[in-house]
């Protein structure tokens, strides 16, 4: 009995050597082998491939101190959200905002008969705590508008397909590349940028947009086809701008209806956010834009807005962002209540 003890304690403190091992090789700084390694995989897992050995190099480093910075982020002080790399991870911050934003900053916002009307929810008092536009049918799935400055075409496309289902109850995918291609004499120039309200100018004049599926999304400039433009399977009456730095306005909106929305969203942090209630540090120089698609809060008490983007499903929780509600400023964070809009149908 007294060697089986004996042998009982010599394993549990072989165990326990080796359990201290691992954990201190799991909690040391990446090596340089691991990270290639990692680069590797990554590379594999995204279908990326450089076109010379010089190219590969420069975008390990990237990739390197991209890495570096998200697991110092993690392995901080937690905030109530986490960062992580996704098909971004080889950019720099500055190449991410180039190719992967597309919201075209003006001095004022697009001036229409429209916005002379009284904000239509201004009055709107049956206000549920909690609202997610999925749960109710009006929200399609998460689209990815590539290296392609789109955002503010697929933002107007998701407010208007929830207003569509709302006024039809159909839930119908619609044409993105419509809008690229073919909303190009003003101010939207299809991935060179573009504005959501001009946006909406444009699909009241033209009488509607036709479906995803007979115009399917390209993620690239092309020419307007005219005969697909023809069958137009939904429309719109016009657009109406929610109050400007007013987040109890933009609750109004979205009680009522998936809103579009601009928002600082180049940031480092917004660029590899993963999970959780974003409660980042950013400002109020717009370039990105996403669709408001409800609103809620965290057990432990933190209010969001929910965010549908257009980077795909591979990024934030399954392609949508959960970011803090109610902050002091009055533009929201991240801007976010500063030129929101929505169609009327």
């Not at 020419?223 to 939904?234: G, P």
Request: proline content about 3%; glycine content about 10%; overall charge positive.
């Amino acid at each position: 009995m007294a060697k089986q003890n004996q042998l009982s304690v010599l394993i549990s403190a072989i165990l326990l050597v080796i359990i201290v091992s691992v954990s201190e090789t799991l909690c040391r700084p990446l090596g340089e082998e691991h990270l290639l390694k990692q680069h590797e995989e990554w590379m594999a897992i995204h279908g990326r491939v450089y076109k010379d050995a010089a190219e590969k190099a420069k975008r390990y480093e990237i990739f390197k101190e991209n890495v570096k910075r998200i697991n110092a982020f993690n392995d901080g002080k937690d905030v109530g959200y986490k960062l992580a790399a996704n098909k971004f991870t080889d950019l720099t911050n500055e190449e991410f905002r180039a190719s992967y934003t597309g919201y075209k900053r003006t001095p004022n916002r697009v001036v229409s008969s429209m916005d002379a009307k009284p904000f239509k929810y201004a009055n709107f008092t049956a206000i549920p705590p909690a609202l997610d536009w999925r749960t109710k049918k009006a929200v399609t799935s998460v689209k990815d508008q590539g290296g392609c400055g789109s955002c503010w075409a697929f933002s107007a496309v998701g407010a208007m397909e929830g207003i569509t289902m709302l006024k039809k109850g159909k839930l119908v995918s619609l044409s993105v590349q419509e809008l690229v291609d073919c909303d190009v004499n003003g101010i939207d120039q299809g991935c060179g940028g573009g504005l959501m309200d001009s946006a909406f100018e444009f699909i009241k004049s033209n009488g509607g947009l036709t479906t995803e599926a007979n115009y399917p999304y390209r993620g690239n400039d092309g020419t307007c086809n005219s005969a697909k433009t023809a069958d137009h399977s939904a429309s719109i009456t016009g657009y109406q701008d929610v109050p400007v730095n007013s987040e109890k306005a933009l609750l109004q909106a979205v009680a009522n209806q998936p809103v579009s929305v601009a928002i600082e969203g180049g940031g480092f942090e917004f660029q590899f956010y993963s999970s959780g209630v974003f409660t980042g540090s950013c400002g109020t120089n717009i370039d990105h834009a996403v669709t408001a698609v409800g609103y809620g809060k965290t057990s432990g008490g933190t209010k969001y807005w929910l965010l549908k983007n257009s980077w795909g499903t591979g990024w934030g929780e399954n392609g949508y962002m959960r970011i803090q509600k109610d902050v002091s400023s009055k533009a929201g964070l991240c801007g976010l209540a500063t030129k929101a809009s929505y169609p009327t149908a």
